[in-house]
Structure formats: C-alpha cells, structure tokens
C-alpha cells in the first residue's frame, strides 16, 4: 500500500522489484528530494534508462565532484 497526505494511492500491488522501484522514485519526486550523493550517478541512470523519466532539463543528483572511498 502506498498513501499520501492520508489518502490511499495503491492498494493490493503484489510487491516486486518494479513496484519497489516505483515507490523509490515516486518518495524522491512527492517529497522533491535529492539523491543522497554516493548513489546519485547510479539511480540517475536507472531513472534515465530503465524507468524512462528523462527531463529535458533538471537532475536529481547534486553538482560536484564525488570523492573516492579510496582516496577520501
């Protein structure tokens, strides 16, 4: 079950990865958040390629450089 603001959006979807997926980009997009900046890169791609939400303009991952685990 999904619901926003009290009001019941899904009910009864049979829970899968793709359902599990649209529900992470759904909570990202309701609430207008940003991709925490370790996984940014990975679910642009998977939003651009596998989901199909590709802006015209606009990103959900923050600029700027992301530092390697290896080198801090």
Not at 41 to 69: M, Y
């Given at each position: 079950?999904?619901?926003?603001?009290?009001?019941?959006?899904?009910?009864?979807?049979?829970?899968?990865?793709?359902t599990?997926?649209?529900?992470?980009?759904s909570?990202?997009?309701?609430?207008?958040?940003?991709?925490?900046?370790?996984?940014?890169c990975?679910?642009?791609?998977?939003?651009?390629?596998?989901?199909?939400?590709?802006?015209?303009?606009?990103?959900?991952?923050?600029?700027?450089?992301?530092?390697?685990?290896?080198?801090?």
């Amino acid at each position: 079950m999904v619901s926003l603001e009290g009001h019941i959006i899904c009910e009864g979807i049979q829970p899968t990865f793709l359902t599990g997926l649209a529900a992470v980009f759904s909570t990202f997009y309701s609430f207008n958040l940003q991709y925490q900046e370790e996984a940014a890169c990975t679910l642009e791609f998977i939003q651009r390629r596998f989901v199909g939400v590709n802006p015209e303009r606009g990103t959900k991952a923050g600029r700027g450089k992301v530092p390697s685990k290896k080198t801090g």
